[in-house]
């Protein structure tokens, strides 16, 4: 072979794809991060909905008709 790196390196490669499929292939564990931007997206929520509770048009007085 003229490249005996080449060929050790995509014969790892192909391995660790075939064996990646087993059931009994390793597993990592995903760890769930915490939420670090949950309180300032919480506020923000908050300090938008009081805004649009200001800004909405109230409905106009409904006047007693006679008929």
Known sequence: MEHPTGYLTALDAMNRH???ARPNAP????RARPAL???TRQATALALRRLADRIQPRPL???PRCS
Request: hydrophobic share 45%; charged share 10%.
């Open 37 to 39: 931007l949950a309180p």
């Open 27 to 30: 597993v990592q564990v995903e």
């Open 18 to 20: 075939v064996n990646s």
């Open 61 to 63: 007085p409904t006047v």
